[in-house]
């Protein structure tokens, strides 16, 4: 069954379809800053498994409602630590119940593909991280492994676990290294500050700058049309293409998967023929559904 078929009845998060080709999720938890519990992580996950194999829906956004994107994950229903530390202040309660969870051998599961299916996703469709405001901690994890960054200039960055004890270990560092350079990401790990949207863009990990919080949504919107333009099968292989170098290091080695194992699937799809025929005829492509 298709994701736009099915009925979205979630507590803590919705799903809307801004375009025939697009799935959008809103994480919608704003009065504890769109954190996380294990429900609703599986819950997303999900759906980007379901948006993987539906043939119908090419491109994935994920943002937030209120002033945060995320926060990471909620530990046993509590506001997570992050967000007393984003707020600079110092949540009693909250660390008693930390440290009752330590005590008591709890800890929070960091395995693949992570916290609302992201921080160590490996699916074959681009998502866009529609970033609306505060981001730290896991939330920061699911942005890093996203395929493309469209964040407000109010957003904030950070990676403030140092702090307290504990190190950002579901898939962020070795990512945000590789995209950000190995000083840059050792300034946000082991000082634990805030960084502002607009040093993200001058690192390379925000790819586009929105002025207003609330106009975040459209301008992901308009960066998935753009991708949507183009051939479905292109954008799996693109991606794919991409990734390989980013996670192997080895260019070479890349290049030889891409052309060897991804290339020939590619040009055998309807959609190869489709493109060069409407450029010879001077027309608009017009693309069917990826079989990849």
Known sequence: MSLRAQEHNH??????????????????????????????????????????????????????????????????????????????????????????????????????????????????????????????????EMVANCDMVVASTSSMFALPEAKRGIVPVAGCLPRLTRTLGLQRCTDLALTGRSVDARTMYDWGLVTRLVEAPADVV???????????????????????????????????EAVSTLAEQWYPRLVEGANFAEGIRAFAEKRSPKWVNSKL
């Not at 660390?95 to 008591?104: G, I, Y």
């Not at 459209?218 to 099968?233: G, L, R």
């Open 11 to 140: 507590q803590n998060f919705t799903v809307t379809f801004p375009r025939d080709r697009v799935v959008l999720v809103t994480l919608n938890r704003p009065g504890k800053l769109n954190c996380i519990d294990t429900t609703t992580s599986k819950e997303i996950a999900k759906i980007w498994e379901q948006f993987d194999k539906d043939e119908d829906l090419w491109v994935g956004i994920i943002t937030g409602s209120g002033r945060a994107f995320c926060t990471g994950a909620d530990l046993a229903g509590t506001i997570p630590m992050l967000m007393s530390l984003c707020m600079q202040t110092t949540n009693h309660q909250f660390l008693t119940e930390w440290n009752e969870m330590n005590a008591n051998g709890v800890v929070n599961d960091m395995s693949a593909p992570g916290l609302a299916g992201l921080p160590r996703r490996d699916g074959k469709k681009p998502i866009i991280a529609a970033v609306n405001g505060i981001t730290m901690g896991g939330g920061f």
């Open 218 to 252: 459209d301008a992901a919107v308009k960066v998935a049309d753009e991708m949507c333009s183009n051939s479905p099968d292109s954008l799996i292989v693109g991606r794919k293409g991409i990734r390989l170098s980013w996670k192997s290091g080895n260019a070479e």
